[in-house]
């Protein structure tokens, strides 16, 4: 019988690397990963700090207006 040639591939994961054409593209690329993963933890951090500050800031607003109002009258739905 003649041999066969298997086809199948590897059982492990096949990393293609890719190398930048250019250094400058290279750190072009690392710049703009830099800022989309920065954009995106200030984001974040921003709407925690909008969820848990808007009510308070508003009271606070409101008790240093004039006339200036209890903390009941501006808690009161009236």
Known sequence: ??????LKAAKGKVVKKSAPADEEEGSVAAAAKFVKEWSNWAIG???????YGFIPMIIIIGMNSEPKPSLSQLLSPV
């Open 1 to 6: 019988m003649a041999s066969r040639v298997s």
């Open 45 to 51: 951090k921003a709407k925690v700090i909008t969820h």
